[in-house]
């Protein structure tokens, strides 16, 4: 049954696309002109995988919205763009130009409050257990690498907007998202990208390494520096770039695959990362869904070789992931395709707040130092939400 539902979900989206109006005469750098629009949890992946599914969780494996009126705002260019079938247009724009005149989406920010501390699942100890069962299975050559990851949850009363609108300003990131659904709400502050379709061109850009970064200029150039050094971290990043040069091979031109830039820096507000790109052409026959069905999940986010790190993810993990290190983003009617990992986010469901953070861990990883870059790459977390409950 989870396989068919895979399967039936590709099909409704690709037959979802051909009852839009048709969107070909509007601009080329318009990326979304009306299409689907949601997430894929990460344990919609397992059925592809042949790994049992785990039991339900809070909010469904995969939703989309399929909207044929979009707004689309350009931040940097500071323009605006309303697309609508002709004949509602004008219904569109008497809806949506009382919404460009306010200044915020809600006239007062909504409240919202964080009842109580935030809470670690794992102890320091479970999490050790954990990494040495890992480590004893990469030893035994089961695999290479294995993300391993820990989750953590907090109480909330109020609206997860305000949430997202405080911590987007704290932690910007390039593949942010907000996505209000009828369950309650998901807040993504991803800076990694799994898949992007551009007419025939693939670009996946996977992240392999973290530094926190450092308040004093100095220091925060050395920790870059070091993260840049490292044969550990760059040894992660290259399992990963060749999992999504097979992943990508599956659906590309005969020798199209190409790493344009492998084990580069970029750093954000709170961590430093490796970053490589691996581009490809599709080929002939395949469309953005059966790419993003060739990448999902992202190799980055399970560890090579993808299916058994699958596997020991789900034995070993403190139960499902849901929404993390799934993925969200849309799919253009004209064949584009954008989609993030979700990584850095949290689901609002109900008053409960989860949120997830974890890293590669290979046969030279110390699990002092893997522990402590998961509490790394969500700090910025712990402290906002501390902040809330002390507001409260």
Not at 233 to 250: K, P, Q, S, Y
Not at 374 to 389: G, P, S
């Amino acid at each position: 049954p989870a396989r068919r539902s895979a399967l039936s979900l590709w099909e409704a989206l690709r037959e979802s696309m051909t009852r839009l109006p048709d969107a070909a005469s509007l601009p080329a750098e318009l990326p979304f002109a009306g299409g689907a629009l949601g997430y894929l949890a990460y344990d919609f992946g397992l059925a592809g995988q042949g790994i049992p599914p785990p039991p339900a969780p809070s909010l469904p494996e995969a939703a989309f919205g399929i909207y044929d009126t979009t707004l689309l705002v350009d931040h940097h260019g500071r323009k605006a763009w309303l697309c609508a079938p002709e004949d509602r247009m004008v219904q569109a724009l008497a809806e949506w130009q009382p919404r460009l005149a306010c200044r915020k989406v809600y006239p007062h920010d909504p409240f919202f409050q964080v009842r109580g501390p935030v809470r670690q699942i794992w102890s320091r100890s479970e999490y050790a257990a954990a990494f040495a069962r890992v480590y004893a299975y990469i030893q035994a050559g089961d695999c290479y690498q294995v993300n391993l990851a820990q989750p953590f949850v907090a109480s909330y009363a109020g609206s997860p907007w305000s949430l997202y609108q405080r911590l987007r300003t704290v932690n910007p990131a390039p593949f942010s998202a907000y996505l209000s659904l009828p369950q309650g709400a998901v807040l993504s502050f991803s800076p990694e990208r799994l898949l992007q379709v551009q007419k025939d061109r693939l670009q996946v850009r996977p992240i392999k390494g973290t530094r926190p970064r450092l308040k004093d200029r100095q220091d925060d150039q050395q920790m870059a520096q070091a993260l840049l050094a490292s044969p550990k971290d760059r040894a992660e990043n290259l399992m990963i770039v060749d999992l999504l040069r097979n992943d990508l091979g599956r659906v590309a031109a005969t020798g199209s695959v190409q790493v344009p830039q492998l084990c580069a820096l970029e750093s954000y507000a709170h961590v430093h990362h490796l970053v490589s790109v691996v581009e490809a052409r599709l080929a002939s026959g395949q469309d953005a869904l059966s790419a993003l069905e060739a990448c999902f999940p992202g190799g980055s986010i399970t560890g090579a070789p993808k299916r058994r790190a699958m596997e020991i993810i789900a034995e070993l993990e403190a139960g499902a992931r849901g929404l993390y290190c799934g993925s969200i983003g849309y799919l253009d009617q004209r064949g584009g395709l954008d989609m993030n990992i979700a990584i850095r986010s949290m689901t609002a469901v109900r008053g409960d707040l989860r949120f997830w953070a974890g890293g590669g861990i290979v046969a030279d990883s110390d699990p002092d130092a893997e522990y402590q870059e998961t509490l790394d790459k969500v700090a910025v977390f712990h402290r906002e939400l501390a902040a809330l409950a002390g507001e409260g």
